[in-house]
């Protein structure tokens, strides 16, 4: 019997996802939700979905599971409408915009039985899940520095969502979710959150950040920014030699370079759309009556929410 989805959004990444789900033998989306029923129309004859409704009528059908694709500011109203209709969700990054919503929507979702996952999709991905293994192996030793900086130069002016607080805009909801998620994905929860500093736009929303994570003997930096194109990188410095994954959120390659000079690259050579892993996370977990993924647990969620508290508390 086939694993039914449907899609809560319909924009860009909500199109990844739909042929993501194409992919995978024994899955297909039955419908697509939105607030505009052209959006919807739109959306279904291009990716070939048999429905186009509201977000309540792809909801009633019950699914095998949901995908939220809408703006950040819908996240969280939208994974309790969910769980309200005992439809598993898989919910796109940030989750949730604060610790108090992740922590009550997960209690409910525990609550209800009803699985609750956020989609960071990068944990999924072949490259970081190669390089956490050499990590993980020792090759670089003991980790003593590592950085991980994501940011490119979002657009401005009009109604861009990246910069209008009201639809959940904002470095830290965009960007550093992948930062923070990624170094709990290498090095594990950390001693300390350290030196949160935050410059805001004119719009209200955080634009640039800095944060630095404690480790026992070592210090993480996560650099965040709608700004400007930053030099995207993943970097694990250790005893022995360094780890380094340009463009860590959707890398499909690596390199290891030890100290006496010794280069090795891997190489992706399989992945032609990341989202299908987490989706497939998603179906073994709903069928193996799990209420939340090993790979991407409640708790990750709700650490990185608390630093998206601190950061909204430095303004």
């Avoid at 090759?139 to 009009?158: H, L, N, S, T």
């Avoid at 400007?228 to 022995?240: D, P, Q």
């Avoid at 709903?286 to 993924?293: D, H, I, K, M, P």
């Amino acid at each position: 019997m086939k694993f039914r989805w449907v899609i809560l959004g319909a924009g860009i990444i909500a199109e990844k996802f739909a042929d993501a789900v194409r992919r995978i033998d024994g899955c297909e989306v039955i419908a697509v939700g939105s607030r505009s029923p052209e959006r919807a129309a739109a959306f279904a004859e291009k990716n070939g979905i048999p429905l186009a409704c509201s977000y309540e009528e792809a909801l009633a059908l019950k699914p095998d599971a949901a995908y939220i694709a809408a703006t950040t500011d819908l996240h969280a109203p939208l994974t309790r409408l969910c769980i309200d209709h005992g439809v598993p969700v898989l919910c796109e990054k940030a989750m949730f915009t604060s610790s108090a919503e992740a922590e009550e929507l997960f209690a409910l979702a525990k609550e209800k039985g009803v699985f609750a996952m956020e989609a960071m999709w990068s944990r999924f991905l072949p490259t970081n899940i190669e390089m956490k293994k050499a990590l993980d192996a020792g090759v670089i030793g003991d980790v003593r520095y590592a950085e991980f900086a994501i940011g490119w130069q979002a657009p401005q002016g009009g109604r861009t969502r990246f910069y209008d607080k009201a639809l959940g805009g904002g470095a830290s909801y965009d960007v550093l979710v992948y930062c923070y998620e990624l170094a709990e994905f290498y090095l594990g929860v950390p001693e300390a959150v350290e030196n949160v500093t935050v410059c805001w736009a004119d719009t209200g929303v955080d634009e640039t950040e800095t944060i630095t994570l404690r480790y026992p003997g070592c210090l993480v930096t996560l650099s965040a920014s709608l700004a400007v194109n930053l030099e995207e990188r993943a970097v694990l410095v250790g005893t022995r030699g360094t780890l380094r994954m340009p463009k860590p959120h959707f890398s499909g390659a690596y390199t290891l370079t030890l100290n006496d000079g010794t280069q090795t690259a891997w190489q992706d050579e399989v992945t032609e759309n990341g989202f299908v892993y987490e989706a497939e996370e998603v179906v073994r977990c709903v069928r193996a009556g799990l209420l939340e993924s090993p790979v991407v647990p409640h708790a990750l969620t709700i650490r990185c929410a608390k630093i998206f508290d601190r950061i909204n508390a430095a303004k």
